[in-house]
């Protein structure tokens, strides 16, 4: 892609939509790598590419300062930022970071915000999860055996399931990881499918549903351990091999 090539293909009508059409644009842009040896243009040059007003440009440019993908100082104009500043618990960054060539590293990395967060969810979620709670993991785990028999989709029912986990912790913080638990687990699944062909197991996610049934946090966690664990294996295994 040339430079000075428009990265919108086409602009919704509606100031707000034309702000977000760009914000996406060019925060796939930056985090693909599209400007890693390249200068970010000026306010001016993004409105005449992309044939927006300046103040849907600078809109955009704010927000993706906001997101640490950018950084404004004074006679140097706005250049991109190291991903070491980006923040990435935001939704927007997470998604554009599955548009990226696939990183073991970042997979890796990924794993392990899982089982730092994941297996302490769960054993909340055996401690205080209400009946509504329980029920919505207990309908995961019924998405998960369905698309074993073809009936649902095997990536949404698993993020389904680990999500409705997140949830059932009744803690608002653990609540707030449900977009980086759903981009890991995107990108994790992509993965096993590749390596190995496996889908995840229900034998597992099963141990996981009984002991929070139980209200066994011990067992939840231990289970949820087991589970991620067998994931970072996986990725041990592809990095000697590699």
């Not at 141990?207 to 949820?224: C, F, K, N, S, Y």
Request: aromatic content about 6%; glycine content about 6%.
């Amino acid at each position: 892609m040339d430079a000075d090539t428009p990265l919108l293909s086409s602009s919704p009508v509606g100031g707000r939509n034309l702000t977000y059409g760009l914000l996406d644009a060019l925060g796939r842009a930056i985090v693909t790598g599209h400007y890693d040896a390249r200068v970010f243009p000026t306010e001016a040059d993004l409105a005449k590419q992309h044939g927006v007003s300046r103040s849907v440009t600078r809109e955009a440019v704010k927000m993706l300062t906001a997101k640490g993908l950018l950084t404004a100082r004074p006679r140097k104009g706005t250049t991109v930022q190291r991903p070491a500043h980006w923040n990435l618990f935001d939704a927007d960054v997470l998604r554009w970071l599955l548009e990226r060539t696939f990183s073991l590293e970042l997979l890796r990395q990924f794993t392990e915000l899982r089982i730092a967060i994941e297996p302490a969810a769960a054993a909340l979620a055996a401690r205080a999860a209400d009946a509504a709670g329980v029920a919505l993991i207990q309908a995961g785990y019924r998405r998960m055996e369905a698309a074993e028999n073809g009936e649902d989709d095997p990536l949404e029912a698993d993020i389904a399931f680990h999500v409705a986990i997140l949830a059932a912790s009744a803690n608002p913080f653990y609540v707030q990881f449900r977009d980086v638990v759903e981009t890991a687990l995107r990108t994790s699944i992509r993965f096993t499918n590749r390596f190995k062909g496996r889908t995840a197991s229900l034998p597992q996610h099963r141990e996981v549903l009984t002991a929070i049934e139980a209200r066994d946090p011990h067992a939840a966690r231990d289970g949820m351990v087991a589970l991620i664990t067998d994931v970072m294996t996986l990725i041990d295994e592809a990095g000697k091999s590699g």
